[in-house]
Nanobody
Framework: QVQLMESGGGLVQPGGSLRLSCAAS????????MGWYRQAPGKEREWVATITSGGATNYADSVKGRFTISRDNAKPTVYLQMNSLKPEDTAVYYC????????????WGQGTQVTVSS
């Protein structure tokens, strides 16, 4: 069993920065694809970024150039550095651990609230 715990959310002014963390407990992490998703009020959950076990990254167009995903397999933790935040980035942010066996359900964290407002 794996548990994911996000932290680092909060209230920030437009143009500001936050770093989210997602700490994993359990026996799997280093070999797994990890991702960040977000869900704004009244909207569906959307993909933000992913990082492979080898460190290759991919980003949604809406955050490209502003957000950076990284991971530390020794901790094990995945991060999301968010810069130049905009009000439209306001959402609950979730991390996801993709199971190697795709027929099994992925693991999700409980989410952390990010609010961008002046």
């Amino acid at each position: 069993q794996v548990q994911l715990m996000e932290s680092g959310g909060g209230l920030v002014q437009p143009g500001g920065s936050l770093r989210l963390s997602c700490a994993a407990s359990g026996s799997i992490f280093s070999g797994n694809l990890m991702g960040w998703y977000r869900q704004a009020p009244g909207k569906e959950r959307e993909w933000v970024a992913t990082i492979t076990s080898g460190g290759a990254t991919n980003y949604a167009d809406s955050v490209k150039g502003r957000f950076t995903i990284s991971r530390d397999n020794a901790k094990p933790t995945v991060y999301l550095q968010m810069n130049s935040l905009k009000p439209e980035d306001t959402a609950v942010y979730y991390c996801r651990l993709y199971r190697s066996v795709r027929s099994l359900p992925d693991y999700w964290g409980q989410g952390t609230q990010v609010t961008v407002s002046s």
